[in-house]
């Protein structure tokens, strides 16, 4: 129940200012350290870099199904 609280005060507040902008990226096969927000050194990823340092991230991500599942059901 307070997951949900929380969710509904976050969207409340921006309720307030106007609507917010979303953007839901969808990738098959891209795993957790692989882009450079998550600590990736080797392949540069630097404008999704940049919209995780100006926006949100999320860091506890959990899958009920196969991870590719999703990408193939589009």
Do not use: W
């Not at 309720?15 to 990736?40: H, M, S, T």
């Not at 009920?64 to 990408?71: D, F, H, Q, Y």
């Amino acid at each position: 129940m307070l997951p949900i609280l929380v969710f509904l005060s976050f969207t409340l507040s921006f309720a307030r200012d106007g609507k917010p902008n979303v953007i839901f990226i969808l990738a098959d096969d891209l795993g957790y350290k692989e882009l450079g927000c998550y600590g990736q050194t080797k392949i540069r990823t630097p404008h999704l870099d940049k919209l995780a340092e100006e926006g949100m991230r999320f860091t506890r991500n959990y899958s009920g199904n196969a991870v590719c599942a999703p990408s193939r059901c589009v």
